[in-house]
DNA sequence: CGGGTTTGGTGACAACGTTACTGAAAGGTG
DNA sequence: CACCTTTCAGTAACGTTGTCACCAAACCCG
């Protein structure tokens, strides 16, 4: 297999040749239409996936039908923290979802943990990707437990603009970013709104003067 | 070095005889005091840590100073979510604090390091403790986003109760395990109080009647 | 004992979540 | 196109939680 996949992902440039002979041999690229359910609860995911295009949206789903985006995973990431969760834990509820449609790179379970045993540099890599992962996760749970609503939204808006000016999502989903309601959602936007700061339209929000957006944002923790 | 500790922890009992061995001869004993900063912001874990007796409360200071307790690492444990961190991350302002008297078995990173490598079995201890750990914190972000205070605290009394119907910590203490404001506790706590489930005193709370309180845990995400 | 510190209680208010309902916009179908 | 359905957004009222300001009681220590 053709295997200058391979450098797009920094830490594995470095890679033992026999390790990366290895690694392309027994790994394949695989295609996810965007929309697709790619593990969740009932779904054990059975290889780790590395992104090479496309974008993974991983969020949590309350019993009572409630919605939480924990993490992207995009181009030049892994899907690392379900290899912890290959282990079928009972009460995991997370699920992810192809936010584009993706292509990536397939590690079977097997071959990952060959991999692990084999290559110091497979396992940095795998344990720096854990790291960033699990920082992040902590991030969440001081953001949601600690920081106003409307300089979240700020900072989330500012991080959801791709390029283009414009957010396509509905209230509902921004809720579900957030963690919230979409009641509150459609509060803080119409208070941006008569700011300036942004237009509506349905299914969009475009950013007017992220500027104000960026110095709400910027109140952080203060 | 005396290898008997190794019977302490169920996932290390099949260790292959040769990993035992090095396990035994190049990791040590350790004791720390109730109350030690054992990591935290500036002063990361050189070691992974295997609980022998004790209690380790991992929690997150946010900048203005509030804090959220993430997990316990109890006897039989790991503290493993810090080897991911061991790689330094700038943000990392988790900490770790022994909250009784703590003997732990103390891995160095280099020997973990050849542990992962060479044991199938070390593997699977080190990654079914991630995937537990890390589907808890899943947990945490639900209820803090989902959950409403006065069953969290519920449930969390009756968590901290340990064989004594009597739990030791301030209003503060258990507003920082629920990641709240101090006032919230002491009005649910009144309001507990008034419904006759506990008795209040200085530094302490004392369950009463848990059966009110077990009812009011078990609405969870109704 | 006296004075400082820690802990807890409370009221007023702001922010956020929930419920219930409304209407507008988009999409599908004959 | 007209008609219907579904999705999306706006809003008011109210309950819950978070914040601020302040006070009082319990404890600590000299």
């Given amino acids: 297999m053709n295997a200058d996949w391979i450098e797009q992902f920094p830490g594995l440039s470095r890679l033992e040749p026999a390790i990366r002979d290895v690694l392309t041999r027994k790994s394949s690229i695989v295609t996810v239409r965007e929309g697709s359910v790619i593990f969740g609860p009932g779904k054990s995911p059975e290889n780790l996936l590395l992104l090479l295009d496309g974008r993974v949206r991983v969020q949590q789903v309350s019993e009572a039908g409630r919605e ?18 290959l282990l079928a834990h009972e009460g995991y509820s997370a699920e992810g979802i192809a936010e584009t449609d993706v292509r990536a790179v397939a590690i079977p379970r097997t071959v990952f943990d060959d991999l692990i045993a084999q290559s110091v540099t497979f396992r940095t890599f795998i344990f720096t990707a854990y790291s960033k992962r699990i920082t992040d996760l902590f991030q969440i749970i001081e953001d949601i437990a600690f920081q106003r609503v409307d300089i979240r939204l700020a900072q989330k808006l500012l991080d959801l603009e791709r390029g283009t000016g414009q957010i396509k999502a509905t209230h509902q989903q921004l809720a579900a970013e957030l963690g919230t309601a979409r009641e509150v959602i459609s509060r803080q936007l119409g208070e941006f709104q008569r700011r300036g700061w942004i237009r509506q339209s349905r299914g969009a929000v475009e950013l007017v003067e992220p500027d104000g957006l960026e110095r709400l944002a910027a109140l952080d923790a203060a």
Avoid: N
């Fill in 68 to 85: 939480i985006v924990l993490y992207r995973v995009e181009a030049g990431q892994s899907c690392v923290l379900t290899t912890a969760c």
